[in-house]
């Protein structure tokens, strides 16, 4: 029986962390044998830059994207994991994919702006699933957090967010120099040398977390 499973990494902010957390999430999957495609439709082109590497991971990435072909390129995907990296800004491109999401997660860093722009692409879920008449599910992730205590701000945002009945995942994704390197070295988490990068082994039990919970 073939299953499909389309993921939307959405924030209105630039530099939230969306390309590093849809990376990382299909390299997990990846790694654990799943049939995963990423659509790059950041305009940098993040993921496409890195399947130019040497990456013997399996993972499909899909960089001709536009507002016209975003739908067409969710949908030809018959198998496995989707995963949409989107660009840090509200366009049709942006709805079209959320409207075709099973889920969207939003990283955001622990700042107060963060969280307003959280709330912009919370607002443009609620409007997606007005207009289509379903509930498109979402989670927030906290990006780029300190792997020791949390920070009074992070604690605090955690707390609003989820008395405003926001589903907050429990894993961060830490701030980890190894998640900055797969892009340098265009290199998966379970490629790189151990020796060179530090806190590598951190790194991947900390995006396998993070990517259990988002599919939890
Ligand atoms: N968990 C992390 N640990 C270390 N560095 C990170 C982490 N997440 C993101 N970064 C760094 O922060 C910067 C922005 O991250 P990224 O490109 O993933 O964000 P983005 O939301 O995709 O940005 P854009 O809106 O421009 O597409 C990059 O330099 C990236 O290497
Ligand atoms: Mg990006």
């Known amino acids: 029986?073939?299953?499909?499973?389309?993921?939307?990494?959405?924030s209105r902010k630039g530099g939230a962390g969306k390309s590093t957390l849809s990376q990382v999430t299909a390299?997990?999957?990846?790694?654990?044998?799943?049939?995963?495609t990423i659509i790059d439709a950041d305009p940098n082109k993040p993921q496409a830059r890195w399947k130019s590497g040497n990456?013997?991971?399996?993972?499909?990435?899909i960089d001709d994207v536009s507002e016209s072909n975003i739908v067409k390129h969710i949908d030809a995907v018959k198998d496995g994991f989707v995963i949409v990296d989107l660009e840090g800004i509200?366009?049709?491109?942006?709805?079209?994919?959320?409207?075709?999401?099973?889920?969207?997660?939003?990283?955001?860093?622990?700042s107060g702006l963060?969280?307003?722009e959280a709330g912009n692409t919370?607002?443009?879920?609620?409007?997606?699933?007005?207009?289509l008449r379903r509930k498109i599910p979402y989670k927030l992730v906290l990006t780029r957090t300190g792997?020791?205590?949390?920070s009074k701000i992070e604690k605090q945002m955690v707390t609003e967010?989820?008395?405003a009945g926001i589903n907050v995942m429990k894993n961060q994704l830490n701030e980890r120099a190894a998640f900055k390197s797969i892009f340098v070295e265009k290199l998966s988490l379970y490629e790189m040398d151990t020796t060179k990068i530090s806190g590598l082994e951190k790194a991947i039990q900390n995006a396998e977390a993070v990517a259990q919970e988002i599919f939890a």
């Not at 792997?147 to 949390?150: G, T």
């Open 122 to 131: 919370i607002a443009l879920i609620t409007e997606e699933e007005e207009l």
């Open 55 to 61: 990456s013997q991971l399996p993972i499909t990435v």
């Open 114 to 116: 963060d969280a307003v």
């Open 90 to 110: 509200g366009s049709r491109l942006v709805a079209r994919s959320i409207a075709r999401a099973d889920l969207v997660v939003i990283p955001i860093q622990a």
């Open 1 to 10: 029986m073939s299953s499909k499973f389309v993921l939307v990494v959405a």
């Open 147 to 150: 792997v020791a205590i949390p």
């Open 27 to 36: 390299e997990v999957l990846a790694k654990d044998g799943q049939e995963v």
């Open 161 to 163: 967010l989820t008395e």
